[in-house]
């Protein structure tokens, strides 16, 4: 057996919590360790219990949204990957559970998807790494986009290695002109030197 995921679950149905233990239980690498049915008990085990992981009902004691509180409140006692569980089907709540710092949200219907989300969560793989990675790359995408066609084969020619007299030679520029140029580029791209440009864009795969 490998490494143990520790997994704390807040939810105020104890027959819910009976039910998820002993399905989670099953796996050889999850063990639920404990559980709270409301805030106050779940922000306790917050600052006492060792766990890597909580599953957080979003509708706690009749609130509809007290798991997102609980889920900022506990932020602030510790740093916690915190998957909410909801049984609401609601895109907004959706939203405002990843403001709240969850790493993914899983409807309760959907019960059988929690071992990989644990796991997913635990390795650091999660919806919303995806999401900022994606956010990130059409940042860039719109930066690239926004350069000018003459603007662009400068780029090309700086990424291929070329100096600024060989880029002069190339493109028929005056030295105040090709720097007017990259200063640009720069400026459109939110860098500071070419060497930065170069690699924002690599790591963007673009």
């Known amino acids: ?115 990989h989300a644990i796991r997913t969560a635990y390795h650091r793989s999660t919806p919303m790494d995806a999401l900022l990675k994606e956010l990130a790359r059409l940042k860039r995408e719109e930066q690239l986009q926004s350069l000018t066609k003459a603007e662009r084969e400068i780029f090309e020619l700086i990424e291929r290695g070329e100096t600024q007299s060989q880029i002069m030679k190339r493109l028929f520029k005056a030295e105040s002109t090709l720097k007017n140029q990259v200063n640009k580029i720069l400026k459109k791209l939110g860098v500071k030197s070419s060497k930065e440009a170069i690699e924002k864009i690599r790591r963007g795969g673009l």
């Open 1 to 115: 057996m490998g490494e143990l995921i520790k997994v704390l679950m807040v939810e105020d149905d104890p027959d819910w919590i009976k039910a998820m233990t002993a399905f989670l239980n099953k796996e050889e690498d999850i063990l639920v360790v404990g559980s709270a049915l409301e805030s106050h008990s779940a922000l306790q085990l917050a600052r006492t219990l060792e766990f890597d992981l909580v599953l957080m009902d979003i509708q706690l004691e009749g609130s509809k949204l007290d798991g997102i509180h609980t889920a900022i409140e506990m932020h602030g006692i510790r740093p916690a990957k915190i998957i909410m569980l909801s049984s609401l089907g609601d895109e907004s709540v959706m939203t405002q559970s990843f403001t709240a710092g969850a790493v993914n949200y899983v409807e309760k219907s959907n019960f059988k998807e929690l071992p």
